[in-house]
């Protein structure tokens, strides 16, 4: 099946289960999706392998910093109500070249123009242990970072990374934050060519919660898949067995939150 890809830079508001009402940003080509990770459940489609083209494709600063001025000033005028200023879309929104800067654009014109709005950003974590992007990321209201696996195998298995970096580094990079972050891990079940994954099985929810409690985030955010896959098969998990995954992280003093 082929993912969905957003068409422009800036997209909605659109309802987010996690955010609200979320004006996105989409740092990545509008032709192909832009991610170091091949992750089995990405709405976006597979990976290509075709990253240095695409980087080349991202859109200029000067032009993500001027439609968003558009969007939040009609926003504003219009007297929607907006929850979050999100950056998501077409991939990993870090890899864009000037996310360092784009970032501090992003503060100057929610400060300048919705001052109660957050700004939150979904990444896969990759590249946070690189000075310029994890300052840029705490100065995120919700910088919320990916964390699906407990162990190395079932990391492989499910977000087949396309870069050389492991588990072990993820989670080193995320401890670094200190407690200021949000995690969010996606559970699923499916089999692939007879091999079954699963990161609910309790060996993997004992390991994932392992790491954890030493990354001790200020939130967790568990939730199942949403829309359509690349891959078929994938189990939805249901909210009451993610609520018993939650629960085990709750009683380790970890705030969390399901959604469905
Ligand atoms: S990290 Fe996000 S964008 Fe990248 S493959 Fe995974 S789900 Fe898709």
């Known amino acids: 099946m082929s993912g969905f890809l957003f068409n422009d830079v800036i997209f909605g508001p659109v309802n987010s289960r996690r955010l609200g009402s979320s004006l996105g ?10 991610c170091n990770f091949n992750c089995i459940y990405c709405e976006c489609g ?57 970032m501090d654009d992003v503060l100057f014109l929610r400060n300048t123009i919705l001052p109660e709005t957050k700004i939150s950003i979904l990444t896969n974590s990759t590249t946070s242990g690189k000075p310029d992007i994890f300052n840029a990321l705490l100065k995120a209201d919700q910088n919320i970072m ?20 492991t588990l072990e580094d993820i989670v080193k990079n995320l401890i670094n934050f200190k407690g200021n972050l949000i995690v969010q891990s996606l559970f699923l079940r499916v089999k692939i060519n007879g091999r079954i994954i699963d990161n ?48 085990k992280a709750n009683n380790l003093c970890i705030k969390t939150r399901v959604y469905e």
């Open 46 to 102: 597979l990976t290509s392998n075709n990253i240095s083209q695409l980087i080349d494709k991202v859109p200029l600063r000067e032009r993500v910093k001027n439609a968003l001025e558009t969007s939040l000033l009609k926003i504003k005028n219009e007297g929607t109500k907006l929850d979050s200023i999100t950056f998501a879309g077409n991939g990993e929104p870090t890899l864009h070249p000037e996310f360092a800067n784009i």
């Open 200 to 247: 609910t099985d309790p060996s993997e929810i004992e390991a994932w919660l392992n790491n954890i409690i030493k990354i001790k985030p200020k939130m967790l955010m568990l939730y199942p898949i949403a829309r359509g896959t690349p891959i078929n098969g994938i189990e939805k998990i249901n909210f009451d067995e993610l609520n018993k995954i939650a629960i």
């Open 146 to 165: 990916k964390l699906d696996a407990g162990t190395e195998k079932m990391f492989r298995a499910i977000n087949r990374c396309k870069i050389d970096i």
């Open 25 to 34: 940003i989409n740092l990545l080509p509008v032709t192909g999706k832009l």
